[in-house]
């Protein structure tokens, strides 16, 4: 994982420290973890981009998530690859191309997390996405036929 810290959010982060330094720096570090889903998640590489130990990062996230920072993260991340599951088109893409990119290298432990998390498999949620999708290009077709024929 490579991670870097832009200006911008170190301006922004300077004037929030006073308010809340473990929320801003969990913040940032969910910022930062979900720049490069891409990229597997690596919390040393996030302390040394945000400037913190491991355990200054781990105490913020149990008192502002109430999680460790790689359960945390991980679990944002699978969100963010449930929602492509969702709103893939047909046939477009699969499982291992999303899960790849965003940075789970196990397919079998992205699986499990996977259905531990939503109740099901990756795979039928995305099976469940296209026969949607199918279902709603069928529905334009017909009404495409019906207004043809008036």
């Known amino acids: 994982m490579r991670v870097h810290l832009s200006a911008d959010m170190g301006a922004q982060t300077l004037s929030a420290q006073s308010v809340s330094p473990g929320r801003d720096l969990v913040e940032r570090a969910e910022v930062l973890a979900l720049a490069e889903v891409n990229e597997p998640l690596q919390i040393s590489a996030l302390c040394a981009a945000l400037s913190v130990s491991e355990r200054t990062l781990r105490k913020a996230f149990h008192r ?87």
């Open 64 to 150: 502002i998530r109430g999680l460790p920072p790689c359960r945390h993260l991980r679990m944002l991340r699978l969100s963010q690859a449930r929602r492509a599951l969702m709103d893939t088109d047909s046939g477009l893409s699969t499982v291992t191309e999303i899960a790849t990119g965003f940075g789970f290298l196990e397919l079998g432990r992205f699986s499990v997390e996977y259905r531990r998390a939503f109740g099901e498999s990756p795979s039928q949620t995305l099976q469940r996405a296209s026969s949607a999708s199918a279902s709603l290009v069928r529905a334009a077709e017909h009404e495409d036929r019906a207004e043809s024929c008036m």
